[in-house]
């Protein structure tokens, strides 16, 4: 069956830091990979999507990576600041259209 | 961006009531929408997708008699949770997604259901 790995521990580092997060994923393949950003009680927000043939891809201080072999997807906060802190949801998906998320690894960033 | 809409944000009832959440996209129409559920410390679970003017289609092991899904227009989805009993306690989001089969997903704020 399809599984997505996230780093369930959570992920604690200093400000100005540059947090990587890593989702792995077995069983299937992607046409696409989403990230999004979760605060407690509150819903998802997306982040970036990228796709089965791009490699990389930058928002700001966002960078997010897509390697299909490895069947694994980097995500990478730079010069991180605490309004960072969250958890963070990869979402590879299908062109179903429906998003099946991974559990989530949650970001502390400490002034 | 798009704006999704849920209500009640909070809702406590009594075991074997059953309750009614909605979802509207204020500013876009959403052929489809989706429906997750999450406990606490988990992930979002997918319950069913909802497509205008057909039935939902649900995920294995969501009982649909259970949890009724209604997208009735472009712009409003209701789930139903009926019966409830403590174990359907949980946090209840809807998202929507405009036209086309891909791209990002709008989330609503959720809906915190408490069953006595």
């Known amino acids: 069956s399809q599984k997505i790995e996230q780093n369930s521990e959570a992920l604690n580092i200093q400000e100005g830091k540059t947090a990587t997060l890593t989702c792995n994923y077995t069983?299937?393949?992607?046409?696409?990979l989403q990230w999004y950003r979760q605060d407690p009680g509150r819903g998802p927000v997306f982040l970036l999507l990228?796709?089965?043939?791009?490699k990389e891809k930058r928002k700001e201080r966002l960078k997010v990576t897509f390697d299909t072999t490895l069947k694994q997807s980097l995500f990478h906060i730079t010069a991180s600041q605490p309004a960072d802190s969250a958890t963070y949801l990869c979402a590879p998906s299908g062109n179903t259209g429906k998003l099946i998320f991974g559990q989530g690894t949650t970001l502390q960033v400490k002034p | 961006g798009a704006v999704v809409s849920q209500h009640p944000s909070r809702v406590i009832c009594k075991s074997g009531t059953s309750v009614k959440i909605e979802c509207r996209s204020l500013?876009?129409?959403?052929?489809?929408m989706f429906w997750y559920r999450q406990f606490p410390k988990q992930s979002l679970m997918l319950m069913a997708t909802?497509?205008?003017?057909?039935?939902?289609?649900?995920e294995q092991g969501v009982e649909k008699d259970k949890f009724l899904i209604n997208h009735a227009s472009l712009t409003l989805s209701t789930l139903t949770v009926t019966s409830a009993h403590p174990e359907d306690s949980s946090f209840y989001i809807c998202s929507a997604r405009g036209q086309g089969a891909v791209g990002e997903l709008f989330f609503g704020e959720g809906s915190r259901l408490t069953v006595l």
């Open positions: 909802s497509n205008e003017g057909s039935k939902a289609t649900y």
């Open positions: 069983n299937y393949s992607p046409a696409y």
């Open positions: 500013d876009f129409q959403a052929t489809t």
């Open positions: 990228i796709r089965e043939n791009e």
